[in-house]
């Protein structure tokens, strides 16, 4: 009577640490742009993007945007606010939300980081020729979407 061998994991071939290891070497290389020149955290550059590019938003829907948790949304807002990069005002529709916008030193802010961000995104992917640039977003975005399904939530 054989015994079947049980599958082995081999670290360097797994999606989710292959995907953890390249997200984070990316975001750090791209950090480097907001936190060196301008001493923001990553949640706080990411809040910053959202409204920077889509406008005021809550911060449950910066939540859902950002897919950060609650609480470091909460904290990188409270610290833009501080810094004067964003006003929180409550909600019209309910009194109990907070809505997000950048002022006008935030919105310099943004107008100064997303071209640096982008030229560093460019030498992140320099190795890659467009059509490959392509494929991975779209294959990336396909296993988020499929992730997603599996979870039970909308992506």
Do not use: C, H
Not at 76 to 96: K, N, Q
Not at 104 to 111: K, S
């Amino acid at each position: 009577m054989s015994r079947k061998r049980p599958l082995s994991l081999t670290l360097d071939e797994f999606l989710p640490y292959r995907l953890s290891v390249a997200a984070n070497v990316v975001s750090q290389r791209i950090a480097r742009v907001y936190t060196e020149q301008y001493g923001l955290s990553t949640q706080e550059w990411r809040l910053i993007a959202v409204l920077g590019e889509e406008g005021d938003r809550t911060q449950l829907e910066l939540v859902r945007r950002t897919r950060m948790e609650k609480v470091p949304v909460s904290r990188a807002a409270r610290t833009l606010e501080e810094r004067g990069l964003v006003r929180r005002t409550t909600s019209e529709s309910d009194a109990r939300s907070r809505r997000l916008s950048l002022t006008a030193a935030g919105r310099r802010i943004y107008e100064r980081v997303a071209p640096a961000a982008l030229e560093a995104e460019a030498e992140v992917l320099a190795d890659l020729e467009p059509g490959e640039r392509a494929v991975l977003r779209s294959l990336l975005e396909r296993v988020e979407r499929t992730a997603n399904r599996s979870l039970g939530r909308d992506p």
